[in-house]
């Protein structure tokens, strides 16, 4: 008697992709790779001109994500980011954005068998301030022909230029990130003096007409740093800010600049500052720090690189 057929496989599982973008690029060098103990890789990758990105990829229990670049260095300067005490330098085109992906994509499949299922733009630069090349990265990433991430699973971290995240809701390509950090104008202007082109009180309107989908809840990031926004009546203030605001608040403990000013909360401040927020009806989680032990911050593994002048090795596994 004949075996009976195996059913046909309609669904290909996420990790089985292999689709066709991934191989279709020219992969960017690798100048050097960093593995951290819990597993986040980190690459410093040269650009055609020389210039060299970060690029993250972080291990999850269910996913495995990207965290990449939009620019090298950043115009905004914020007083606790390794990239942006080193200046501006230019930004990425849409075609070096996708290399960026598919040679980390390469770069985690080979490792893992995995492709990736998220991707964040968290990475060196300001995203909306490369708003071309981001869209049409945005446009390749998301087709179906192509890696077909969904879009509700990329995310785009910002400072917030209004009029940048109005035309973002209206391609639904990504889902924002806001990168808020100080619940009032002075202090913002303090931490970030790049983002004062765009106040408080155009910013926050702008994240409350946000076309968010279904039950999606905007996302909130607040770097907490000691002694400068990390009081209980800062997250009181945190909260009127955002008034009726559908949010998720993560709270990041910063990672400390070598030789910068700013250092994290202690965890019981930080655990405190939670249950402030939580006090108040907010949604607030503590994000984990990805490869702390290999200075997962952005910028970090850039600046070292720069330090020691070392520009001709293209595959250098450094130690943390
Ligand atoms: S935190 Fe982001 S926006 Fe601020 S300087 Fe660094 S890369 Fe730029």
Not at 4 to 32: F, K, Y
Not at 173 to 195: F, I, N
Request: glycine share 8%.
């Amino acid at each position: 008697m004949m075996p009976s057929a195996r059913p046909l496989q309609t669904h290909i599982p996420e990790h089985d992709r292999a689709p066709g973008l991934w191989s279709s690029r020219n992969l960017l060098p690798v100048r050097r790779r960093q593995t951290g103990a819990d597993g986040t890789r980190k690459l410093l990758l040269e650009l055609v001109d020389g210039q060299s990105v970060e690029t993250v990829i972080m291990t999850m229990p269910r996913s495995h994500t990207l965290c990449l670049s939009s620019q090298v260095g950043c115009p905004v300067g914020c007083t606790f980011c390794r990239t942006g005490g080193s200046g501006f330098v230019r930004n990425l085109t849409a075609d070096e954005l996708l290399a960026q992906i598919v040679t980390a994509g390469e770069e985690l499949r080979a490792a893992t068998g995995r492709w990736p299922e998220r991707a964040v733009f968290m990475g060196m630069g300001e995203p909306l301030l490369n708003f071309a090349a981001l869209r049409g990265c945005l446009e390749t990433l998301t087709l179906a022909s192509g890696p077909h991430l969904s879009w509700r699973k990329i995310l785009v971290s910002t400072v917030g230029i209004p009029d940048r995240l109005d035309e973002l809701g209206r391609l639904r390509l990504a889902l924002p990130a806001v990168s808020l950090h100080a619940s009032t104008q002075d202090l913002r202007d303090r931490l970030m003096p790049g983002a004062r082109a765009w106040p408080l009180r155009e910013l926050i309107p702008a994240l409350l007409r946000y076309p968010l989908p279904g039950r999606e809840r905007m996302t909130v990031e607040y770097i907490l740093i000691r002694d400068a926004n990390d009081t209980d009546l800062h997250a009181r203030r945190l909260h009127e800010l955002l008034g009726d605001m559908r949010a998720k608040i993560n709270l990041i403990p910063c990672n400390p600049v070598p030789g910068g000013p700013h250092r994290a909360p202690d965890r019981e401040r930080t655990e405190g500052f939670a249950t402030a927020l939580k006090a108040l009806g907010r949604t607030a989680f503590v994000r984990r720090s990805h490869g702390p032990d290999i200075m997962a911050a952005c910028g970090q593994l850039r600046a070292r690189h720069l330090a020691d002048g070392t520009g001709t090795d293209s595959s250098q596994e450094t130690s943390p």
